[in-house]
């Protein structure tokens, strides 16, 4: 029982039972009682690891249901096989009631589903404790519409969580993430990171070259090298001064 009350008290002292130490921004972040966070973290900087625990507190601790989503299949069964990576780490864990590949359900009530990032397929769900965008930059942008509200009879509103490197000027994580809305926004570059070296990044920048390096990295939204005018000239040019002359 007091193991239980300290692993839900601290989600900290949860993720170093279930194996891991996070970094000060993980840790930060897994104490936090934000309901919307935007992750903007180069690769391999433990982004899907930290979320997928704390996908996990929340579905233990929350009871609730937790939705995950990326732009394929494959990439939401791999946070949920990190997901049960932890749970075998766990000692006195939880029971589990059913499992598959892209489903843990425990006695608890709490479920966790991994899902495909199109609108098409998570319409119909309801009430998530939490919801994971992963990949953000790359979902279709019609998927914030469709998850939103999944949040809307949750308790206290439920939560959600977008994580990505960037992918160009454009879509609903670069919009948030530029923009003024209420997002707990967290940014992690490579060099931020003490598990990747400055030869690693060295030999990357010299493979990747400057454009896609300074992306995947470094963090740069940057435009399109196929588009013709580039985001900001293109934004210049409308106006919502200007009445339209037809409702």
Known sequence: M????AR???PVVFAKDCGLTPDPWQAELLRSTARRALLLCSRQSGKSTVTALLALWVALFEAGL???VSPSQRQSAEMLRTIKGFLAHLKNGPSIAAES?????FTNGARILALPGTEKTIRGIAGAALIVIDEAARV???????VRPMLATAKDGGRLIALTTPAGKRGFFFESWTGTGDWTRVKVAASDCPRISKEFLAEELKELGAMRFSEEYELEFRDNDEAVFPMAIIAAAFTQEVQPLWN
């Open 2 to 5: 007091a193991l239980d009350l």
């Open 8 to 10: 839900a008290l601290d």
């Open 66 to 68: 937790v939705v995950i």
């Open 101 to 105: 590949a892209l489903k843990i359900e």
């Open 140 to 146: 279709e942008d019609e998927l914030l519409a469709a």
